[in-house]
């Protein structure tokens, strides 16, 4: 059987498209415009910076680029909760699997920089 390669750099570029709906179906409000400005540079970031940990000159540029993808994936977190909360995208259904990809997302780089401390004291 052919298993299809598993690809954190394509996850996260995939993440990043559906944010951007999430970010384009936000109301043209002020707080809808503050939020979608807000999340498009939040949400872009992880894609970016993975490309940039992939290429980590040392073990600690490692650990500190997947800091900046972290802290991006909470600062995505967050927002969607206000998103959710004050119910600027409804029904709420719709934002459900992107909630559950950024915290499986956040799960995988926490887990990783762990892993990375873990190998840098060894």
Do not use: W
């Not at 940990?53 to 540029?61: C, K, L, M, P, V």
């Amino acid at each position: 059987m052919g298993e299809r390669k598993y690809d954190l750099e394509d996850r996260f570029v995939d993440y990043t498209c559906r944010m951007i709906d999430v970010v384009e179906a936000l109301p043209n409000t002020r707080a809808g415009n503050y939020m979608a400005g807000q999340l498009i540079r939040s949400c872009h970031s992880p894609s970016f910076n993975y490309g940039e940990a992939q290429g980590a000159e040392s073990r600690n540029d490692f650990i500190h680029k997947m800091g900046i993808i972290l802290k991006e994936m909470k600062e995505c977190r967050t927002a969607l909760k206000i998103i959710i909360k004050k119910q600027l995208i409804i029904p709420k259904e719709k934002l459900e699997s992107i909630f559950k990809e950024t915290e499986e997302l956040i799960a995988i780089i926490g887990k990783s920089i762990s892993t990375a401390q873990k190998n840098k004291e060894k």
